[in-house]
């Protein structure tokens, strides 16, 4: 018997990927989530109701003159007396008084507004930052209080699912995108991240699902193109996921993750060749390095 291939190598030569010993042989990343961080956004303010027309009435036309004369009455006038004199009474003035300075207070410098620490928006600033630095159970801690306050809150929720999915949390994370898909229901990104759950626990079927939903809202973005190859690649729909990863390839040839289920989708439909350029350039990318080992048989 000759020796076991490396624990990293298949049979055949090309790069074991994660699950391949299920039978499988996708390659996952969850970093098909990158950059998907969602701010929460401010609440539309309601349309301003019309102003309620005036309804302005026609003045009444002017009277007309009256054509007998005017005159004038008389005013008796009564003219007054001249008060009699009288002795002069001396009058002591007192100085003016000044009128009162006012107080003098020091000028306050201005008073910046930071959020309540038990505020949604400090939570949600605590959270963006623990996400950002790696320290996602302080982030789903934050999250979490933020959707028992507001269960309403879609990009709460998101992001909660956001940090269950770097945690590997993979339950949890399809729960929390499942509550946006029923509060934001055209919102592809959390069918996205659905799918990704699902296909990290061995649900394909669903996962085709949830990535078809996410492409008839999305308009044929990239994400969920890919997870769709992922879904189809898994359920060993070989040609189909072929076809879809010649296309992602076209579009990011330098996407490691399209490039290495190439190669795996290539070999298993025969095209050995493809398989091994792949393979190479896989490696290179990996590595900066054009040399393939010990590419696949054939």
């Known amino acids: 018997m000759g020796d076991a291939p490396p624990r990293d190598r298949r049979e055949d030569g090309f790069p074991q990927a994660p699950g391949a010993g299920k039978g499988k042989g996708v390659v996952v990343n969850s970093g098909l989530l990158d950059s998907l961080w969602e701010e929460p956004k401010p609440a539309a303010s309601p349309p301003a109701e019309p102003e309620p027309e005036v309804v302005r009435t026609p003045a009444p036309p002017p009277k007309p003159p009256d054509p007998r004369p005017r005159t004038a009455p008389r005013l008796s006038v009564a003219r007054p007396t001249p008060p009699k004199p009288g002795p002069e009474v ?22 910046e507004k930071t959020p309540n620490a038990g505020s949604g928006e400090a939570l949600h600033e605590s959270a963006g930052r623990g996400f950002r630095n790696g320290r996602y159970e302080e982030a789903a801690a934050a999250l979490q209080q933020l959707t028992r306050r507001d269960p309403g809150s879609w990009p709460a929720h998101f992001n909660l699912a956001l940090c269950w999915a770097r945690l590997e949390r993979w339950d949890e994370a399809a729960d929390s995108f499942t509550a946006v898909c029923r509060i934001q229901p055209r919102y592809w990104q959390a069918y996205t991240g659905l799918g990704i759950c699902l296909l990290r626990q061995g649900l394909s079927e669903p996962a085709l699902s949830s990535f078809e939903k996410a492409l008839q809202f999305s308009g044929g973005e990239f994400q969920p193109r890919f997870g769709r190859a992922l879904a189809l690649q898994m359920m060993e729909r070989y040609m189909e996921a072929h076809g879809l990863y010649e296309e992602l390839v076209a579009e990011q040839p330098e996407s490691v993750d399209v490039l290495a289920n190439l190669t795996i989708v290539a070999a298993a439909v025969g095209r050995t060749a493809q398989a091994s350029a792949c393979a190479a350039r896989v490696h290179e990318l990996r590595h900066g390095t054009g040399a393939f080992a010990s590419g696949p048989k054939g």
């Open 90 to 111: 001396p009058v002591a003035r007192s100085p003016a008084a000044r009128p009162a300075s006012p107080p003098v207070t020091a000028a306050r410098p201005p008073v």
